[in-house]
């Protein structure tokens, strides 16, 4: 399970990392400027693609991205599941809100934020499993 814990915190920090060279991109069309619903470019220059939203002096969405998906890494490499599992939840809830942002705010997706969506969406299904089948086994010892 850490093996495969760490091959997606590595995706998810591939995935932020994209979005952060978007964000930070002046020039050009945007790579994932698919059509008139996938555009990264609209996303990652928006209000919301720094925390706190719409405020001056935040940081990009994608380096908080980048961190959590490294902290997660770490953590699975120690095999802290229980850990990881109470950093998933609310990094999935943040998640699901910037994509509710996307759909009903912006009207558009980005598909880097839709990978990570995914990446962050199977760590914690995966974690939720693996927190429970260990505490299974330990009330069974």
């Known amino acids: 399970m850490r093996y495969v814990l760490i091959i997606l915190a ?5 995935a932020s990392s994209l979005a952060l060279r978007e964000h930070y991109r002046t020039y050009g069309d945007a790579p994932c400027d698919i059509n008139e619903r996938w555009d990264c470019g609209i996303v990652n220059h928006s209000p919301y693609a720094m ?7 935040g940081i990009p969405v994608a380096d908080i991205g980048i961190a959590g998906y490294l902290l997660l890494g770490i953590l699975a490499l120690k095999r802290w599941y229980k850990i990881m ?55 069974a010892v």
């Open 85 to 139: 599992l109470a950093l998933a939840v609310p990094a999935l809830a943040f998640s699901l809100y910037l994509a509710h942002i996307e759909k009903d705010v912006l009207g558009v997706w980005c598909l880097y934020c839709a990978i990570s969506l995914g990446m962050i969406s199977l760590m914690t299904i995966l974690l939720v499993g693996t927190v429970l089948v260990q505490s299974l086994r330990n009330r």
């Open 10 to 14: 590595l995706l998810g920090i591939a």
């Open 51 to 57: 925390f706190p939203f719409s405020k001056p002096g």
